[in-house]
C-alpha cells in the first residue's frame, strides 16, 4: 500500500501522463550534499546515487542540479526546463515535497535522529517534462550517522608485548574527510607521535587478523587503517588516536611491554669430526659511546664453514683499528655494532671450547665451568645455569625444553651480565657433531635501539664568496666517531652547472678528510649545535657566476645508511643586508611566551644577515615589565639585567627565580656594520614573556612501575617532590591506591578494587607523609596495584603514578592432626577432634579456615556447625560433639578445611574418615515395670542387638540426681548413675531398684548401653516405677544385708573380678540411697551420722583401676553426700580423702584412654560431691577445717584440668555449675588473648589476663592456655577476716599453659583486669529534680556526713538523660550565699572533670561518664577547716531548664568506696595491696586490676592450689540527706486548662441551639414541586431530580426552563416554578413532577434554557435524572457545566444527552463527585454546616461527637506532656515539640472518631415517609413571573413534536396507557390536593446496619469521654505553670487543625483517589432513584385512607 501511494503521488506531480512502456530508471536530476564545515564526509558504501553526512545539532542538505541534468537546454520559450517534482522522506515517513532546482532542506533537532542514531532520507523525484514511466530516476539516499572508531591490535594476538616487538596496531572508521587528520600518540613508543590523514586508508583486511569476529564485521564496511609501533620500555604504554578535527573523538588501549630476550645474531658451523676438529671461539663486547656497543666472535682454531644471520638492530662492521684476521690461524665469524639505551656498559669478554664432548665455558675472571656433554650416554640433555649462581637447572633423556630435529642433541644456555648464549650441539654417529650458537641481550640491563630511530646527524653550511676571491667553502658536520667507527664514513660532493644535468665537479671524501677547526669557515654563533662534539669538513667551491651553484652532498655509513642533501653554494656577490631578525617562539602568530619561575629559558633571535664582506654585530636584550600587552611599558624604567648571560648576545639565558610573577616585554636590538664602510644596519624584535608559578614536581622513586617481594619490606618515597618555586611552606602529601586504574578518573571508590582490608575509599591506610612504609606480606601477591601519590600547596596540585606489581607469595601449609578419637573408624558416641594449623601463617596475614563435611560422594552434606560442634566452622580447630554420627548416613566422610589469607593465598586439605556404626538397636525391658523398693527385684533383658564388631557388651545404669544439679556443658547426654550391671550377658541378675521420685510417680530412669568391641553403643532408655518400702520392711536388716554383700563382693583385687566391684558399688549405692529415704530415723539404734562414716568406709574399701569403677565409688559419694548435714567431720575428711584419690586416678585413665565424655560425666558427680561437703564447711563456721577447704579446691583443679584435656582451643567456652558456685573454663591461644578490655557494658564477673610481652617471655603466637574462673556466691574462706564487709561474689581464677604432650604449667599472667558483680555495698536513692527558684535551670542536691579519716568516695548519676551536670560541694548543709568548695562536670559521653584548678582528682582511680570523686585531700580539708571531727558537706546538681516541676523519677544517685581484696592461697590472708580499683568500676560491678612480675614456675615449685582468688569490700558508706526543698522552685497553680475546656463547652451550646433548630427543620414536611401548569389529561408524568454543583457560587435565582426530548416527541419548555421555596441553591437537590401531553418513550436528552430575571445569572449545574412514573425507568445524565445568560443570544439554550450506562464515566468527574459527597457525609466538621443534610446522622450528634474528638485529643494532648515531662527539651525546641506531639495525639485519636460515627451513621432506623404537596391556590405574583413573552415561546416551541405512529398496536398501547393513568392520577378537575408518599433515604446493600441499641452506647461513648476527658485535662493542667500549659496549648491546636483541615480531608481524598482506579459507571454514583421509592395515590383514596 505504501509503495501504491508513492506511485500515486509521484503521477499527482508530473504534468501529464504516458502511455504504457518499460520502466527505465533515468539518473538522478539532482546532486544533494550536506558539507561538514571541514568537507563532505565519505563511506565506503558511497556512490552517485549514496551519500553520508555527519550528524550535528542541526543537518542542512543542499541540492543542486547534477550534471547532465539537461538544464543547460532550455526550453520552448527560450526558459529553462521545469524542475523535477521529489519527494524527501525520513526513515519512509514524508518529510518534504520540492520542485526546485537548487535549495537546500535544514533537519531541526525534532526531525533530525537522536544522536548515536541512523536515520535514512530518501529522494524520489520525477521529471516534469517527460511521460511516464520515463520520467522515473533513480532515488538519492541520504544516510545521517555519528562518526565511529574501534581501537585494537592486530598483531600480536597474544597480548604479551616484549621490547622492541613490532606491535601492528589497526582502527577503524564509518566515515571519512579529506580534511581530518588522524593523530597517534604513545609515549615511550617509536614513533611516538603521528600524523594520519583520513584520506590514507587502506584496503580490506583479511578476517582472520581481528581479535574478535564482532569487531571484523563491523569493520568490513569501514574505513581500515593500520601502524606499526615499537616501545623501547617495560611497563604500561597508553596508544592513543584521536580526530584533529570535528568531531572530537578519541580512543586509547592499554599495552603492558614485558622485558625479553633481543636476538642479536645466530651463527651456525659445518658438520665437524669430534676427535679431530676442536671448537674454540673468544668474543667480546665493548662499549664504543654511550649508546654503542661493539660485539665481535672470533674463530681461533679456523675452522671455517661458519653460517651467520644478525638481526635487524645490528649493523656488520671490521671495524676500523683491529686487523682483520689479526692471524692466520683466527677467523672472524661475527663482527657487529649495535645502539642501545640505559645504563654505562663495561668491557665483557670470554671463551668457548668443545673438545671431545667437554664444553668449557670462560666468561671474564670468573672460574671456568665445564659441562659433560656424554654425547654416547644420553640422547638429550639441558643445561640453565648463570654465571655466580650455580647451575640450577639440568634436564635430560629427552626433556629438552627446546625442538630439536635429532634425538642426540644437547642444549646449553646461560647468562652473563648483558649477554645470553643458547647453544646447541648435535652429535651424529657419535662422531660428528654441528655446533650452533644464538646471542641475545638481556632487556633489562641494556634496551636495545632501533636503527630507525637513528637518523644521520649531519649540518651543511655554505661559507659565501670571500673578498675578492673566486671561490667559496661549503662546509659540513657530523658528530664525533670512535675510532673503531670513522671508516665507516663515505662523503661524496657533486657540483651542477646551469644545468641540472651537468656535472661540474664530483669529490668523494672520507673520515679521515675531516678539517680541524672547520667552525671558522662559517659564524659560530649560527651553529645550532656544539661544536665540540663534531667534526667538520670543507670542500672548496669554485664560483663560476654570481649565481648560487646547486651541489648534493651524499653521506654514507657503510653500505646500509645513506642520506642525500642538497646544499647550493652561495656565490653572489651584494652589498650588506639583514634578510632576518626574529625573536623564536612555537607559533610564529604568538605574541606572548608562558614561562615558569623556577625554570631556566632562553630566548634565541634568528639573524640573518646577507653581507659579502666582514661584519661587526652589536646585540642588546633589554627587559620592561609590562601592565598587559595593549599598554605600552615605561621605558624608563628597565629590569636589572646584571642576572641574565648573553645581553649582547643573539641567545639570552634566563636563570631560575631571576623575574618575579608578572607579564614583561622584552626587546632586541641587532646593530650590523660592515667592516671599512660607516654604514649601519638596524634591526628590531620584541615578545612578551608571561612569568608563572612553576607546577609542583611530584615523583615517587623508584620508577612508574616496580616490582616487590611479597615477604619484603618496601617503601613509597615521594620525598622529592618539590615546589621549584620556592622551599618555603610545606607541601601535603595524599597517597591513594586501588586496583583499577580507570577509578582515578572519576575519583570513585570500589569497594571491590580495594588494596588493603582497612581502605574505605580511593585514599591509602595512612595517606599523610612522603614516605610510606608497607610491611611485608602487607598487600596480597600477583596483583598490580596503582598507586598515586597528590602533593599540594595552596591552589596547586600535582601528582605522580606508580604501578607497583606485588609477587606472589609462598604457598600455605596446613598441619592437620587427629587429637581425639583418631581410631581406624570414627567411634560415634565419642568427640572428634581435629587441628588444621596452617603453619606457614602470620598473624598479619589474618588466615581465615572454612570447614565442609562431604560424602564418600564428593557431596557437601549440609550440617548444623552450631549445634554439632563446639568451635564452628570458621576456626583452625574442630570438635565434634558425641553422638553426632550416631545415625550415619553414608559409610564413610571427608571432612575439607580450606584456608584463605587477606592477601589472596589459599590452601585445602581433605580428612577422610569411616564412621564405626553403633550396634543395631533392638529391645530392652525391665521386669517387672511396677516394684517397691528393696522388696522387689527387678530384671532387665534386651534382644534384637547386633553387629559386625563382637563380642557386645551390655551395660546398665540407673540414672542420679546429679545431672539435674551438676551441669557441664560440654557433655551431650550425662548419663551419670551407679551402674547396675555390665557384662556380655543381656540379661541381668535380679537386683533391688533405690526408690523413685515421689514427684514422678515413683518413675526411675535407667540407661542399657549396648556396646560393639570398639566401644561404640546404642543407647535404650527405660522407667520403672520404684515405691517406697512397706512399713512392714527391716530396713535395718536391708541395710545391713547390702553393707555386707558390698564387703564381701570389694574385696575381690583381680581383674577378671571387676564386675564383683561394680556390683559392690552398687550395693553400697542403694544402702547411702537407703539412708536417705530415712533420713530422720535411726537403724538399729545408731544415729545417721554413724551409719554415713560406715558408708563411707565401705565405699573406700573399694579399689579403684578403672573409670567404671570410679563410677561406681563417685555415685556411692554424692549420693551419701547429699544429706551433708547428717555427716560428721570425720566422714567428710575420709569422703575427701577418697575423692582426691578417684581424681588422680580418673586423671590417669584420661591420659591413656583419651576419651572426654566418658571422663567429664564423671566430673559432673565429683564436682556434685565437693559442692555438698563444701557447704557442709560453710554451714559450721566455727569448725570449718582450712586444710580440708584446701583439699577441696586441690581436687577442683584436678576436676578442671581432666576437661581442659578434652577442649581444644578456639572452643566456646565450658560452664560448670552447681548449686553455690560455677566454674567457667576457657582454651585460647596466646595470639588471641587480648592485651585490652573488650566491651565490659555486658560483664559481671568476668577475666581478662595480660602476657607478658618480648622475647624473654617464652610466649610465641601458638602458645595455648587454659584459664579457669571460680566464681562463689558465698566467700569459702570464712574464717578468714573481711568476710562480713564482702560486697561482690568471690572470684578465683587459674591460668596454665597447655604443652605439647598435654600437661598443664600454671602461670601467672603480667597483668589480670578482673570484673565482680556487685551483691550489695552502694547506698542508692532517687534524688529530687525540679527549677530552681528563678526557674532558671533545673537543680537539686543531697548532703551527707563526713570524718577526719574519710577516703575517696564516689557517687554516679544516674538518668536517662544526655546533659551535663555542673556538681557543685559545698561545705555544710546552709547554702544561702554560701561558695562552693569544689565543682565538677559531669558529662554522659566522657569522664567527670574538675571544674577549678584548686580541685585536683589525681588521686581519685575511678573515671567515667556521670561519675563523680570526692577525693581524700578534699574531704581532708573540708572536715579540718571546719575545726570538728565530723562535718557536712552537701553536693548540688545542677543543670539547663528541663523540667517544669519538681521530680523524683528523672535522677538516681549512687554512692560506693570500695577496695580489691587479693588471697594468694588459702593459707595466707586477703590482703588489699596487690590489686587495685580499676577506672571502670561503677554501681553494678568492681573493676581490680592486679599487676605481678613473676616468672613463670612449674608446677613443683607451686602450693598445692594454685587458684588465686579476689573479692571486693566496702568502705563505711554516709547516710543522706535530700536538699530538694530548700533548692527547687514552688510551682503555682495555672488555670489556663480549665479555660480552654469551659470556652470550648461554651461554643459547643450555642452551636447545639442551631444544629437542634436546623434538624427540626429538615424533618418538617418536604416538597416535591408539582409544576402548576401540568394537566390532567396529561399521558406523561416524569419526576426530574436536578443537581447543583458544590463549588462557590453554583446556584442561581433565575428562571429556569427544562424541555424533555423523548423517543416518540419532545414537550414544551417548562418553567421549573417553585416558589416560594427555595431551589437550585449550592449542593441542593431539587425534585419536579412534569407531566407530559403525550407518551415521550425513552429519553434520549433534555435542554435547559435560563431567563435574565434573576440576581444570580450563573448556574453550575452538575448532573440531573429523569424517571418515569409509569414505568419507573429512569436516566441518567452528567452535565459537569456552566451555565450563564448571554445578553447578544437571550434565547441561547443547553442540551444534555443521556448517559450510556455502558460507557466508562471521566476518571476526573467521577473523583470530584465521590469526593463531594464524602465531605458533606463524612467530614466531622465540614457536614455540620452543610447546605444539605444527607442520611439520618443529624447535626447535633455530628456536633456532639466533634465534641467528644477535641476533648479526647486534648486529653491525649496532656498526657503525652505528663509522660514526657522527664525528658531533656532545650527552650529553642519546644514549641517545635509541640507541635510533633499535637501532630501524633490527632492520628492516635482518630480510631476513637472513626468508631463512634460507625456506630451513629450506621445504626439509624429509616426516616419517617415525608409528604409532597402541590400547592391548593398559585398566587399569580409568582406564577407570572415564570411567563415568557409570546414571541419567545414561539421561538422556542409552541407545540410538541409528534412521531408518527404507524402501528396499530402502538396507538392501542399508548391509548390504555393514558387511561390507566387518568383512573390513578393525581389531579382531579378541581386541581385538588393530592399527596406523594416518598421514602426520602433507604440504606444502600453496599452499607452495614447496626443493630439499633449502638446508637445510646454511641451517646454513652460521648458522654463519658467528654466527661471524663473534662475531668483529668482540668485535673492536669492546675499543676502545670504557665510555660508547659502554652505548649500543651499549641500542641493541641495543631491537632485540632490536623483533624479538621488535613486528615478528614485526605481520607476523603485518598478514597476517592484509590475508587477512581477501575472504570466507573453511571450506576456507581449515588442518585435519588437508588435511594427514593415513590408512590402516587389520589386525593380522594388519601382521605378515604385517613
Wanted: aromatic share 10%.
Amino acid at each position: 500500500m505504501a509503495a501504491l501511494l508513492l506511485l500515486l503521488q509521484l503521477l499527482a506531480c508530473c504534468r501529464r501522463g504516458s502511455a504504457a512502456s518499460p520502466v527505465r530508471l533515468q539518473p538522478s536530476p539532482l546532486r544533494v550534499s550536506c558539507p561538514d564545515p571541514h568537507g563532505q564526509v565519505f563511506q565506503r558504501q558511497d556512490n552517485e546515487h549514496r551519500v553520508s553526512c555527519l550528524w550535528n545539532s542541526t543537518v542542512t542538505l543542499h541540492y543542486q542540479p547534477a550534471s547532465g541534468a539537461g538544464l543547460e537546454v532550455e526550453g520552448e520559450e527560450g526558459q529553462p526546463p521545469s524542475p523535477p517534482c521529489c519527494l524527501w522522506y525520513l526513515n519512509s515517513a514524508s518529510l518534504r515535497n520540492i520542485s526546485r532546482w537548487s535549495g537546500q532542506v535544514v533537519l531541526q533537532t525534532g526531525e533530525a535522529p537522536s544522536p548515536g542514531a541512523s536515520s535514512l532520507l530518501t529522494v524520489q523525484c520525477s521529471s516534469a517534462s517527460c511521460a511516464a514511466p520515463e520520467c522515473f530516476h533513480h532515488n538519492v539516499s541520504v544516510e545521517i550517522v555519528e562518526q565511529d572508531m574501534r581501537l585494537f591490535v592486530l598483531w600480536p594476538q597474544t597480548h604479551v608485548i616484549q621490547v622492541w616487538q613490532p606491535v601492528e596496531l589497526g582502527w577503524c572508521a564509518r566515515l571519512k574527510n579529506a580534511g581530518w587528520q588522524y593523530r597517534f600518540s604513545s609515549r615511550g613508543g617509536a614513533p611516538s607521535t603521528l600524523l594520519l590523514p583520513s584520506s590514507e586508508h587502506q584496503d580490506t583486511t583479511s578476517p582472520t587478523v581481528y581479535p574478535t569476529v564482532e569487531l571484523q564485521q563491523t569493520c568490513a564496511t569501514y574505513y581500515i587503517y593500520r601502524l606499526t609501533v615499537r616501545y623501547r620500555h617495560p611497563g604500561i604504554n597508553v596508544a592513543l588516536v584521536n580526530i584533529e578535527q570535528m568531531p572530537h573523538i578519541s580512543f586509547n588501549l592499554s599495552l603492558k611491554v614485558e622485558p625479553d630476550l633481543v636476538h642479536v645474531l645466530s651463527i651456525s658451523s659445518k658438520l665437524l669430526s669430534v676427535p679431530q676438529q676442536p671448537l674454540s671461539l673468544s668474543w667480546w663486547l665493548q662499549p664504543l659511546t654511550l649508546s654503542t656497543l661493539a660485539y665481535r666472535l672470533v674463530d681461533t682454531q679456523a675452522v671455517g664453514g661458519w653460517l651467520c644471520s644478525y638481526s635487524s638492530f645490528t649493523l656488520s662492521s671490521n671495524f676500523c683499528v683491529i686487523s682483520t684476521p689479526q692471524s692466520l690461524n683466527e677467523i672472524v665469524v661475527a663482527s657487529v655494532y649495535f645502539h642501545v639505551g640505559g645504563e654505562r656498559f663495561e668491557k665483557l669478554m670470554g671463551k668457548l671450547h668443545l673438545l671431545n664432548g667437554t664444553l668449557s665455558l670462560t666468561a671474564g675472571k670468573e672460574t671456568p665451568i665445564h659441562v659433560s656433554l656424554c654425547p654416547g650416554k644420553s640422547n638429550s640433555s639441558t643445561y640453565i645455569f648463570r654465571y655466580n649462581q650455580g647451575t640450577f637447572y639440568t634436564s635430560k633423556d629427552s626433556n629438552s625444553t627446546f625442538s630439536t630435529d635429532c634425538p642426540n642433541t644437547h642444549t646449553v644456555f646461560y647468562q652473563y651480565k648483558e649477554l645470553s648464549y643458547l647453544l646447541s650441539i648435535e652429535f651424529l654417529a657419535l662422531q660428528w657433531y654441528k655446533f650452533k650458537m644464538y646471542l641475545y641481550m638481556n632487556q633489562k640491563r641494556a634496551l636495545i635501539r632501533s636503527l630507525a630511530e637513528r637518523d644521520l646527524d649531519v649540518h651543511v653550511f655554505s661559507s659565501g664568496r670571500p673578498f675578492l676571491q673566486n671561490f667559496s667553502y661549503l662546509v659540513w658536520f657530523i658528530p664525533t666517531q670512535h675510532p673503531m667507527l670513522q671508516c665507516e664514513w663515505t662523503f661524496h660532493l657533486q657540483l651542477f652547472g646551469t644545468k641540472k644535468d651537468h656535472i661540474v665537479q664530483s669529490s668523494t671524501y672520507t673520515y679521515s678528510d675531516h678539517v680541524k677547526n672547520a667552525t671558522r669557515f662559517v659564524r659560530r654563533s649560527a651553529l645550532p649545535f656544539d661544536a665540540e662534539q663534531y667534526t667538520g669538513f670543507v670542500a672548496k667551491v669554485n664560483c663560476t657566476s654570481s649565481a648560487p651553484t646547486p651541489a648534493l652532498l651524499s653521506v654514507r655509513v657503510n653500505n646500509h645508511t645513506e642520506k642525500t642533501i642538497e646544499a647550493p653554494v652561495v656565490c653572489e656577490k651584494k652589498e650588506c643586508w639583514i634578510s632576518r631578525c626574529w625573536i623564536q617562539r612555537p607559533d610564529p602568530k604568538s605574541i606572548i611566551l608562558y614561562k615558569k619561575r623556577a625554570l631556566e629559558f632562553f630566548l634565541f633571535v634568528k639573524l640573518n644577515i646577507e653581507c659579502h664582506i666582514g661584519i661587526s654585530i652589536k646585540s642588546l636584550w633589554q627587559v620592561y615589565p609590562a601592565k598587559d600587552t595593549k599598554t605600552e611599558p615605561d621605558w624608563s624604567k628597565p629590569v636589572n639585567t646584571s642576572r641574565m648571560f648573553g645581553i649582547k648576545m643573539i641567545h639570552l639565558t634566563i636563570p631560575a627565580n631571576t623575574l618575579d610573577y608578572g607579564l614583561y616585554l622584552f626587546t632586541y636590538t641587532a646593530e650590523v656594520i660592515p667592516i671599512k664602510t660607516s654604514t649601519v644596519l638596524k634591526a628590531y624584535d620584541m615578545i612578551y614573556v608571561q612569568i608563572e608559578r612553576a607546577d609542583l614536581l611530584a615523583n615517587i622513586s623508584g620508577g612508574s612501575v616496580r616490582t616487590v617481594g611479597f615477604s619484603e619490606s618496601w617503601t613509597l618515597d615521594g620525598s622529592e617532590s618539590s615546589d621549584p618555586d620556592s622551599q618555603e611552606g610545606p607541601l601535603t602529601f595524599t597517597w591513594y591506591c586501588t586496583k583499577d586504574s580507570a577509578e582515578y578518573q572519576t575519583m570513585k571508590f570500589n569497594m571491590k578494587n580495594r588494596c588493603h582490608p582497612f581502605q574505605k575509599d580511593l585514599r591509602w591506610i595512612t595517606p599523610s607523609g612522603p614516605i610510606q612504609k608497607i610491611p611485608p606480606e602487607s598487600l596480597p601477591g600477583s596483583t598490580l596495584y596503582y598507586f598515586r601519590l597528590v602533593i599540594q600547596k595552596g591552589i596547586r596540585k600535582a601528582y605522580a603514578d606508580q604501578i607497583v606489581e606485588v609477587d606472589p607469595g609462598p604457598p600455605l601449609i596446613l598441619d592437620v592432626k587427629c587429637l581425639e578419637n583418631c581410631g581406624r573408624s570414627l567411634i560415634p558416641t565419642e568427640r572428634y577432634a581435629l587441628s588444621g594449623k596452617c603453619s606457614n601463617c602470620k598473624l598479619s596475614n589474618r588466615p581465615l579456615y572454612y570447614w565442609s563435611l562431604f560424602s564418600d560422594t564428593s557431596k557437601e552434606i549440609p550440617f548444623d556447625w552450631a549445634s554439632k560442634t563446639s568451635t564452628g566452622r570458621s576456626g583452625a580447630y574442630m570438635s565434634i560433639h558425641a553422638l553426632t554420627f550416631t545415625k550415619p548416613a553414608y559409610q564413610s566422610y571427608v571432612l575439607h578445611l580450606s584456608v584463605t589469607t587477606w592477601d589472596g593465598r589459599s590452601s585445602s586439605f581433605k580428612t577422610p574418615f569411616s564412621v564405626n556404626t553403633p550396634p543395631r538397636a533392638g529391645r530392652c525391658n525391665i521386669k517387672p515395670r511396677y516394684g517397691i523398693a528393696f522388696l522387689t527385684k527387678f530384671v532387665v533383658k534386651c534382644r534384637g542387638f547386633s553387629d559386625s564388631h563382637l563380642p557386645l557388651t551390655y551395660k546398665v545404669i540407673v540414672a542420679s540426681k546429679v545431672p539435674q544439679t551438676t551441669t557441664v556443658t560440654s557433655v551431650v547426654e550425662n548419663t551419670f548413675g551407679t551402674i547396675l550391671y555390665f557384662g556380655s550377658e543381656p540379661r541381668t541378675p535380679p537386683s533391688f531398684l533405690p526408690v523413685g521420685v515421689p514427684s514422678r510417680w515413683y518413675s526411675l530412669t535407667l540407661y542399657v548401653q549396648v556396646r560393639d568391641s570398639f566401644g561404640a553403643f546404642t543407647q535404650v532408655n527405660l522407667r520403672a516405677h520404684v515405691s517406697s518400702p512397706l512399713k512392714t520392711q527391716s530396713l535395718s536388716a536391708v541395710f545391713r544385708q547390702l553393707l555386707a554383700s558390698a564387703s564381701r563382693l570389694s574385696m575381690s583385687a583381680s581383674t577378671q573380678q571387676t564386675g564383683d566391684r561394680l556390683r559392690a558399688g552398687y550395693l553400697v549405692y542403694l544402702a547411702a540411697s537407703l539412708l536417705n529415704y530415712i533420713k530422720n530415723t535411726p537403724i538399729g539404734q545408731l544415729p545417721q551420722a554413724r551409719l554415713r562414716e560406715t558408708v563411707v568406709k565401705t565405699a573406700l574399701n573399694i579399689s579403684v583401676n578403672s573409670i567404671m569403677e570410679v563410677n561406681q565409688v563417685v555415685a556411692v559419694l554424692s549420693e551419701v553426700t547429699e544429706a551433708v548435714e547428717k555427716m560428721n567431720v570425720r566422714s567428710q575428711d575420709l569422703a575427701i580423702g577418697k575423692l582426691t584419690e578417684v581424681t588422680g586416678i580418673l586423671k590417669r585413665q584420661r591420659s591413656q584412654i583419651h576419651w572426654s565424655e566418658e571422663a567429664e560425666i564423671q566430673t559432673s558427680g565429683i564436682l556434685r560431691c565437693l559442692s555438698n561437703v563444701l557447704r557442709a564447711d560453710l554451714l559450721r563456721l566455727k569448725n570449718v577445717s582450712a586444710n580440708g577447704i584446701q583439699r577441696v579446691f586441690s581436687i577442683m583443679e584436678g576436676v578442671t584440668d581432666i576437661v581442659f584435656w578434652g577442649k581444644v582451643p578456639e572452643e566456646i567456652e565450658t560452664l560448670i555449675e552447681t548449686g553455690h558456685w560455677n566454674i567457667t573454663l576457657k582454651k585460647n591461644e596466646a595470639w588471641k588473648m587480648t592485651d585490652y578490655l573488650l566491651d565490659t557494658s555486658t560483664c559481671h564477673n568476668c577475666f581478662y589476663p595480660t602476657l607478658r610481652k618480648g622475647n624473654g617471655s617464652g610466649v610465641t603466637p601458638d602458645t595455648v592456655f587454659s584459664t579457669a574462673i571460680f566464681e562463689f556466691d558465698e566467700s569459702p574462706f570464712p574464717w578468714l577476716g573481711h568476710t562480713s564487709d564482702i560486697i561482690s561474689m568471690v572470684i578465683g581464677f587459674k591460668m596454665a599453659e597447655t604443652k605439647a604432650n598435654g600437661d598443664l604449667v600454671p602461670i601467672m599472667p603480667e597483668r589480670a583486669d578482673l570484673f565482680l558483680a556487685r551483691k550489695g555495698g552502694v547506698v542508692t536513692f532517687h534524688l529530687v529534680m525540679g527549677p530552681d527558684k528563678t526557674e532558671a535551670y533545673t537543680t537539686g542536691g543531697f548532703s551527707f556526713e563526713i570524718s577526719k579519716t574519710a577516703t575517696n568516695i564516689y557517687f554516679q548519676i544516674m538518668t536517662k538523660l544526655k546533659v551535663t551536670f555542673k556538681v557543685l560541694i559545698f561545705s555544710g548543709t546552709n547554702l544561702t550565699h554560701a561558695q562552693p568548695v569544689a565543682s565538677f562536670a559531669a558529662f554522659h559521653n566522657k569522664p567527670t572533670a574538675a571544674s577549678g584548678n584548686e580541685t585536683t582528682t589525681a588521686d581519685c582511680s575511678i573515671t567515667g561518664p556521670y561519675i563523680v570523686c570526692l577525693p581524700e585531700s578534699l574531704l581532708t580539708s573540708i572536715v579540718q577547716k571546719s575545726g570538728i571531727d565530723t562535718q557536712n558537706i552537701s553536693v548540688v546538681l545542677e543543670t539547663h531548664y528541663i523540667l517544669r516541676y519538681p521530680n523524683r523519677k528523672v535522677v538516681s544517685i549512687y554512692i560506693f568506696n570500695d577496695q580489691c581484696l587479693f588471697l594468694n592461697g588459702i593459707g595466707s590472708q586477703w590482703s588489699k595491696d596487690t590489686c587495685v580499683m580499676g577506672p571502670l568500676t561503677d554501681w553494678e560491678k568492681v573493676h581490680c586490676i592486679c599487676v605481678s612480675m613473676r616468672n613463670r614456675r612449674s608446677l613443683s615449685a607451686l602450693p598445692a592450689s594454685n587458684i588465686k582468688f579476689l573479692a571486693a569490700k566496702v568502705v563505711v558508706l554516709p547516710n543522706t540527706v535530700d536538699l530538694g526543698r530548700n533548692l527547687i522552685a514552688d510551682i503555682p497553680k495555672n488555670p489556663l486548662t480549665l479555660i480552654t475546656v469551659l470556652s470550648i463547652f461554651a461554643i459547643y451550646l450555642l452551636l447545639c441551639c442551631w444544629a437542634i433548630r436546623r434538624d427540626r427543620v429538615e424533618r418538617e414536611i418536604k416538597y416535591i414541586i408539582v409544576l402548576p401548569d401540568n394537566e390532567a389529561s396529561d399521558e406523561g408524568s416524569f419526576l426530574v431530580t436536578l443537581y447543583t454543583g458544590s463549588r462557590w457560587n453554583a446556584g442561581t435565582k433565575v428562571e429556569v426552563f427544562l424541555q424533555l426530548i423523548g423517543q416518540y416527541g419532545r414537550s414544551k419548555f417548562r418553567c421549573l416554578w417553585h416558589q416560594p421555596s427555595p431551589a437550585f441553591q449550592r449542593g441542593s437537590i431539587d425534585c419536579f413532577l412534569i407531566t407530559t401531553t403525550r407518551k415521550l418513550g425513552d429519553i434520549r436528552s433534555f435542554r435547559i434554557r435560563l431567563n435574565n430575571n434573576g440576581k444570580s445569572p450563573t448556574w453550575f449545574l452538575s448532573r440531573a435524572e429523569v424517571e418515569d412514573m409509569s414505568t419507573r425507568k429512569a436516566w441518567f445524565f452528567l452535565c459537569r457545566k456552566w451555565l450563564f445568560l448571554d445578553k447578544n443570544n437571550p434565547l441561547r439554550y443547553w442540551k444534555f444527552s443521556v448517559t450510556d450506562p455502558q460507557t466508562p464515566l471521566p476518571k476526573f468527574d467521577y473523583f470530584l463527585i465521590n469526593f463531594n459527597r464524602r465531605l458533606t457525609e463524612y467530614h466531622l466538621w465540614l457536614s455540620i454546616f452543610a447546605p444539605v443534610m444527607a442520611g439520618a446522622f443529624t447535626r447535633f450528634q455530628r456536633l456532639s461527637t466533634f465534641l467528644a474528638v477535641i476533648l479526647f485529643t486534648l486529653l491525649v494532648n496532656i498526657m503525652f506532656f505528663n509522660a514526657e515531662k522527664d525528658n531533656e527539651t532545650p527552650i529553642y525546641l519546644r514549641y517545635l515539640r509541640s507541635i510533633t506531639v499535637g501532630i501524633e495525639c490527632a492520628l492516635l485519636t482518630l480510631p476513637v472518631e472513626m468508631l463512634i460515627i460507625a456506630l451513629f451513621k450506621y445504626s439509624q432506623k429509616d426516616p419517617p415517609p415525608v409528604v409532597t404537596k402541590m400547592y391548593p391556590k398559585v398566587d399569580s405574583r409568582y406564577w407570572n413571573n415564570c411567563i415568557i413573552s409570546e414571541k419567545d415561546a414561539n421561538v422556542i416551541d409552541t407545540d410538541e413534536e409528534k412521531m408518527t405512529v404507524n402501528s396499530p398496536q402502538m396507538g392501542r398501547r399508548s391509548q390504555k396507557s393514558s387511561s390507566s393513568f387518568m383512573e390513578g392520577g393525581i389531579f382531579s378537575k378541581g386541581r385538588r390536593l393530592s399527596t406523594t408518599i416518598r421514602q426520602l433515604r433507604k440504606i444502600p446493600d453496599t452499607e452495614p446496619l447496626l443493630c439499633w441499641w449502638c446508637v445510646p452506647v454511641a451517646w454513652g461513648l460521648v458522654l463519658s469521654i467528654t466527661v471524663l476527658s473534662s475531668f483529668f485535662i482540668v485535673l492536669y493542667g492546675l499543676s502545670y505553670g504557665y510555660q508547659t500549659s502554652q505548649e500543651w496549648l499549641i500542641a493541641s491546636g495543631t491537632s485540632f487543625l490536623q483533624n479538621v483541615f488535613f486528615n478528614s480531608i485526605l481520607k476523603s481524598l485518598l478514597f476517592s483517589a484509590i475508587s477512581t482506579i477501575r472504570p466507573k459507571y453511571s450506576e456507581d454514583i449515588r442518585w435519588v432513584t437508588q435511594e427514593k421509592h415513590v408512590e402516587i395515590n389520589s386525593a380522594e383514596e388519601t382521605q378515604r385512607g385517613t
